[in-house]
DNA sequence: CGCCAACTTGATGGCTGTCAAGTCAGGTGG
DNA sequence: CCACCTGACTTGACAGCCATCAAGTTGGCG
């Protein structure tokens, strides 16, 4: 989370659907013409990699899309790997399965994120992908994908890419669960989110947070109470404000000096 | 940790070289011809299965072998990635370090393991290793990987095993340190240990640690003092004994009850 | 022999988990 | 339209686990 910085490059603005008032469970995405050409996250998402700039491939790689309602699961442990996903709209959460019946949420993914890359291990799953919104996932056939790589040696160091962010991505976590305070951890979620909505051109400190209390504090390996906690005294120390899922955050540096100290 | 399952099916006996007696930090293991086709870890080395059974490619990957001193460093965070390492002999830490001075353990690796993975994504590693023990290991040149993977689709899946080990590592190190007490963190830690030297045809219930109380905990997230605690605290309910380094495991699962309940 | 790193063990305090009560918003059904 | 219910959240009281600080032991090495 301190360590990393994806896509920072390629900021691309786009709308972040709300929650949907019940019905459908369909986002409000259009459903545009087939293939990646016309998506709005055409630079952030990894497709673009994969073919730019030969546009021949556009379009080619994403064979389904998939609409998936709030709490529903676009794959869970032990499902037979097929697809990498790529995230359209909406948020999506991971988690990690013990067989005692732990569990833990091993990350948040946001629009133009890739997930379900810890699937090519073995050829299934080593998660659950559930959708926090009603959200929409862009499917790539891992056949394609191997196909692809193969033919090209650019398209293979971008897989590669997303493997790592993930190995990257979950050693961050490492770090910050073994060395960090409740407070430093909360912080450095909250600028973890803030990054990440920044490079998609969106606020880096007003956002809606889209996972529950008992998320966080999973992701962080605290308890719902203590994130609550830390919320409160963060906002009566001037740094954040915070009603419901609703941030604010007052002072970026703030927050990063309580990690630093 | 309790997921993971690896090599299980290749196991193959090895020697395990002990802390050289002070001299000029060589390992034990005899020179030998170059290349893989001699080497002991035939079978557990990934070199196996990018090279079987065409023989022709058997030496012809490792164009290095290191011997390194304990203490020193195989490669260090932000060095340049051009190789990725089998460890021969010995032992190896790997850590994980924030700009702000933080570091972690974020794995331990013995012979037949394979590390540096972490280096693909940005060119550059994100992680130091240092060995634990005078340690012998294989470098394997990354544009030779390239190469090979490019030509045979299955050494590129196992080019991906590689990756996703080191994802669901991290990931069960997520859980372990978010979900468990001192105590469950400690046995999962033991269990892992014995697990992986079962797996290498050495014993499952007695074995030297390599690593201090502080790597140790480094790893798990916990102080050196609290695992000392936990050790002490095995003993004497009998379900392990330990005298510095040497440990015996009694009950192996006595200690999955631990983490179970 | 002496030093130092690694380790053990004890005493104490603080952070965070646990338990509990209460508020609030949203959704459902009467 | 309102009552009810449920899930999410907040806040308080308390306890327990683990970090911290400290002192002493051991073993390896110069």
Redesign the pocket.
């Given at each position: 989370m301190l360590t990393t910085n994806f896509v920072t490059s390629t900021v691309v603005a786009f709308g972040l659907p709300g929650?949907q008032?019940?019905g459908d469970g369909v986002t409000a995405s259009a459903p545009g013409p087939r293939g990646c050409a016309s998506c709005h996250l055409r630079g952030i998402c990894l497709t673009s990699e994969f073919v730019s700039p030969s546009h021949a491939a556009f379009g080619e790689l994403v064979l389904a899309h998939r609409r998936v309602k709030a709490g529903q699961a676009i794959y869970r442990t032990g499902d037979s790997f097929s697809s990498v996903y790529v995230l359209k709209a909406g948020f999506v959460k991971t988690l990690a399965l013990f067989e005692d019946g732990r569990e833990q949420v091993s990350g948040f993914y946001m629009p133009g994120d890739t997930f379900g890359v810890d699937g090519m291990a073995f050829g299934q799953h080593a998660n659950d992908a559930i959708a926090l919104d009603d959200a929409d996932v862009c499917a790539i056939p891992y056949d394609k994908l191997e196909q692809l790589s193969l033919a090209n040696p650019a398209a293979q160091r971008s897989l590669y890419r997303m493997f790592s962010q993930e190995i990257v991505r979950r050693q961050d976590a490492m770090v910050v669960m073994g060395t960090?305070?409740?407070?430093?951890?909360t912080a450095t979620f909250l600028l973890d989110l803030s990054r990440r909505f920044s490079a998609r051109g969106l606020s880096a400190s007003e956002f809606l947070?889209r996972?529950?209390?008992?998320?966080i504090?999973s992701l962080l390996?605290?308890?719902?109470?203590?994130?609550?906690?830390?919320?409160?005294k963060l906002q009566s120390d001037g740094l954040m404000e915070?009603?419901?899922?609703h941030v604010r955050i007052v002072s970026i540096p703030g927050l990063r000096s309580l990690i630093t100290h």
């Amino acid at each position: 989370m301190l360590t990393t910085n994806f896509v920072t490059s390629t900021v691309v603005a786009f709308g972040l659907p709300g929650r949907q008032i019940q019905g459908d469970g369909v986002t409000a995405s259009a459903p545009g013409p087939r293939g990646c050409a016309s998506c709005h996250l055409r630079g952030i998402c990894l497709t673009s990699e994969f073919v730019s700039p030969s546009h021949a491939a556009f379009g080619e790689l994403v064979l389904a899309h998939r609409r998936v309602k709030a709490g529903q699961a676009i794959y869970r442990t032990g499902d037979s790997f097929s697809s990498v996903y790529v995230l359209k709209a909406g948020f999506v959460k991971t988690l990690a399965l013990f067989e005692d019946g732990r569990e833990q949420v091993s990350g948040f993914y946001m629009p133009g994120d890739t997930f379900g890359v810890d699937g090519m291990a073995f050829g299934q799953h080593a998660n659950d992908a559930i959708a926090l919104d009603d959200a929409d996932v862009c499917a790539i056939p891992y056949d394609k994908l191997e196909q692809l790589s193969l033919a090209n040696p650019a398209a293979q160091r971008s897989l590669y890419r997303m493997f790592s962010q993930e190995i990257v991505r979950r050693q961050d976590a490492m770090v910050v669960m073994g060395t960090m305070s409740a407070t430093q951890r909360t912080a450095t979620f909250l600028l973890d989110l803030s990054r990440r909505f920044s490079a998609r051109g969106l606020s880096a400190s007003e956002f809606l947070l889209r996972m529950t209390r008992d998320e966080i504090g999973s992701l962080l390996g605290l308890k719902l109470e203590t994130v609550s906690r830390v919320f409160s005294k963060l906002q009566s120390d001037g740094l954040m404000e915070i009603e419901g899922k609703h941030v604010r955050i007052v002072s970026i540096p703030g927050l990063r000096s309580l990690i630093t100290h």
